[in-house]
């Protein structure tokens, strides 16, 4: 089956700082879908990304589905950004989603 | 409106026991997934409705798993005979998508099931 493999496993910032956390995934897919999962273990949607690139506030992704890779951006990071963060892809005829193995980010004051 | 819904947000069973997970996807969502996450890892699937039909069962663990979906909507996931390895976050979503489409999927709470 498809692997989704992130980078890095673990990133510790300082406030204000920017980052760059990978997704690579071994296969073409029809859906990409970013996740921050919160100290209370709720998962919020960040981004549908399949392709190209989509911006919210200080967060923006980009998707490059021909070398199969994500990259989500995080600029000016806040304490309220620690957790972790997920890509989940969705492939083929089948509806769910596989998750990668997470980055988690802790962001200090 | 309002999102996906799980209860109860935690459950403690014993040994042997059977518990049933509830979700309320959200208004006019076709699609409905069950995930399990382990704790430090990612959510796996589990099972996957349309309407009210099961239509993927593949990453259901073994037969004491069951889940059911018999009007569309409300989805419960009972799981018989707990075992200490069930113990595990069991996360519902819930999509616009009908098999073959791809919408977003947006995900509840979660329950937080320990077996003691």
């Known amino acids: 089956g498809i692997q989704v493999e992130q980078s890095p496993p673990d990133l510790i910032l300082q406030e204000g700082a920017n980052s760059t956390l990978r997704c690579n995934f071994s296969?073409?897919?029809?859906?990409l879908q970013w996740f921050h999962q919160n100290p209370w273990g709720q998962l919020i949607n960040l981004f549908y990304?399949?392709?190209g690139t989509k911006q919210n506030g200080r967060l923006s992704a980009t998707t490059v589905a021909t070398e199969r890779y994500s990259l989500l951006y995080i600029s000016s990071s806040q304490t309220t950004d620690s957790g972790v963060y997920f890509c989940?892809?969705?492939?083929?005829?089948?509806?769910?989603?596989?998750f990668g193995t997470g980055t988690l980010l802790a962001v200090q004051p | 409106g309002a999102g996906v819904s799980q209860s109860p947000r935690y459950k403690v069973a014993k040994r042997g026991q059977d518990v049933a997970l509830r979700c309320d996807p959200i208004?006019?969502?076709?699609?409905l997934f069950w995930y399990q996450q382990a704790l430090g890892q990612g959510p796996e699937f589990l099972t996957y409705?349309?309407?009210?039909?099961?239509?993927?069962k593949s990453g259901l663990p073994s037969d004491r798993f069951f889940a059911e979906r018999p009007e569309g909507s409300v989805s419960t996931l009972k799981i018989q005979r707990t075992q200490q390895e069930d113990s595990a976050v069991y996360l519902c979503a819930s999509s616009r998508a009908v098999a073959g489409g791809s919408y977003e999927q947006y995900f509840g709470p979660g329950t937080r099931l320990t077996v003691t």
């Open positions: 409705f349309q309407n009210e039909a099961q239509l993927d």
């Open positions: 989940a892809v969705l492939s083929g005829a089948t509806n769910k989603l596989i």
């Open positions: 208004s006019g969502h076709v699609s």
């Open positions: 296969d073409s897919v029809n859906n």
């Open positions: 990304i399949p392709s």
